[in-house]
């Protein structure tokens, strides 16, 4: 574990791993995080792992991590990093298994109030429109060319199926399509475990959540966001599924098996990488742009599922679900930073880390059962943190720990005294993302705030939750 005396702390929440620290660092490292958090932050090797990232060809700036950091594979959950795009490498292992697993969040036109006596008749709704589970298919099966076109065009291609809006684009980063994507370059196999997986949410952390806007810290922003006090969302939380899990699986294979042939020496395997101007690489970097877009049309999919549970249990008079917002967290992409007076093409990674470029929202899910809260990224994170934020709150323990220590019954018990409807089809699923599970979500979004990456614009509360 990482001795926390070696961390150097150069400005309020922000403190530094020299490049001193080893031979073979070319950068230094960089964690947001305050006092209170070290502790948890130095429990396992998520900073070691970050150490490791800081040694990989091309890296530019610093490697960075949120407070929400945890160990993960290869790079720590909470990271960013940014490598050049003549020099640098692209890995599987800093974008994540599950590509542009994010956050879409909807604000209704109704108060708390107005929706109380139907909460628990929602909340049933959303599970029966939501498929939910460990492999468990949606409504919606596409094959060969037809399938091939929501890998090319991601949100795109389901609003053209009839599945939503063209203002759900606007709203929706990269307008919800990355334009680099190469179906051809995912596998067969890749492919036959999305097919069926379509506006599904899928198992652990995945979830469908009715909430509350309980606070608001700054009015302005929050009109320009058409936020308002006692305003019901709604937040979905999902990803790529089956079809991202085997692309990222198919190219650290891949990788593994050809790194010797460039050169790269890896302080731990599970770094797998290659030269982004590479044919890996860039067949890789084009595979995962077809995952985010299947994650994306995943997202719109739910989106429409749940704006049809909506109004079957309240009818025209519930008005309209609309998407304040739709981010991803586990991604690579092309971005142009300056440093040190130099321009440059940066293939920016972020696993469990949020974009967060000035007045774009940034949606930061809490734990089941604890806050949420809506940001608004500022001028600052483009130099301190190459216009990354946090993703949420971050694991303190893990799945097999919090199933041993978390009372199923009285987790329950809690979460019904907290007025919070829960509907789920695994007990494991709920011990497994039970708050004690993870770190203070209120915490963690203070550090970004008082950093000056994002600024908090609303808190929100959760009345219902819907899981696999």
């Not at 020099?87 to 599950?98: A, K, M, R, T």
């Not at 323990?397 to 829960?422: C, H, P, Y």
Request: hydrophobic share 40%; aromatic share 6%.
């Amino acid at each position: 574990m990482f001795d926390k005396s070696n961390l150097i702390k150069i400005e309020d929440f922000l403190w530094e791993i020299p490049k001193s620290f080893r031979s073979d660092m070319r950068v230094s490292a960089r964690i947001y995080t305050c006092e209170e958090m070290l502790d948890a932050i130095t429990a396992d090797k998520s900073l070691d792992q970050l150490v490791n990232v800081a040694t990989l060809p091309g890296i530019k700036g610093f490697a960075l991590a949120m407070p929400d950091i945890h160990e993960g594979y290869g790079f720590p959950v909470g990271g960013v990093a940014a490598f050049d795009s003549e020099e640098g490498i692209i890995s599987p292992g800093g974008i994540g298994y599950d590509i542009n697993c994010g956050v879409r969040l909807l604000r209704s036109e109704k108060t708390f109030p107005e929706i109380k006596p139907h909460l628990r008749n929602l909340g049933r709704a959303i599970y029966q429109e939501v498929p939910s589970g460990v492999g468990v298919g949606g409504n919606l099966t596409l094959k060969g060319k037809e399938f091939d076109l929501v890998l090319e065009k991601g949100a795109e291609r389901i609003l053209e199926l009839g599945y939503g809006d063209e203002d759900d684009l606007e709203h929706t980063e990269s307008g919800g399509v990355l334009r680099t994507a190469a179906p051809e370059l995912v596998s067969v196999h890749a492919k036959s475990r999305g097919r069926d997986q379509l506006g599904t949410m899928g198992a652990g952390n995945h979830f469908v959540e009715v909430g509350i806007v309980e606070t608001i810290f700054d009015e302005n922003e929050a009109e320009r966001l058409d936020i308002f006090k006692d305003q019901v969302t709604v937040l979905i939380h999902t990803g790529s599924r089956g079809l991202g899990h085997q692309i990222a699986t198919d190219y650290i294979r891949i990788m593994m098996r050809v790194i010797p042939s460039y050169g790269i020496t890896l302080p731990d395997r599970e770094l797998a990488c290659t030269p982004f101007n590479s044919k890996e690489g860039q067949n890789y970097f084009k595979a995962m742009s077809a995952g985010a877009n299947f994650a994306w049309a995943n997202r719109q999919l739910i989106t429409w599922e749940v704006r049809k549970a909506w109004e079957n249990v309240l009818g025209r008079e519930g008005g309209k679900l609309h998407v304040v917002y739709d981010v991803a967290h586990n991604i690579a992409k092309i971005e142009g930073y300056t440093l040190d007076g130099k321009k440059l093409e940066l293939v920016v990674h972020r696993k469990g880390a949020t974009r967060a470029f000035p007045n774009q929202p940034v949606l930061i899910p809490g734990s089941m059962g604890t806050h949420s809260y809506i940001l608004v990224g500022q001028e600052k994170a483009l130099a301190a943190s190459f216009g990354s934020s946090c993703h949420g709150a971050g694991r303190r323990m893990s799945r097999t720990r919090a199933r041993k220590e978390v009372n199923l019954e009285e987790l329950r018990e809690r979460l019904e005294s907290m007025g919070i409807v829960v509907n789920a089809g695994s007990s494991r699923g709920l011990t497994e993302e039970s708050p004690e599970a993870y770190k203070d979500v209120n915490e963690v979004v203070d550090v970004i705030h008082e950093a000056g990456i994002a600024k908090k614009v609303a808190r929100l509360r959760p009345l219902a939750v819907i899981k696999g």
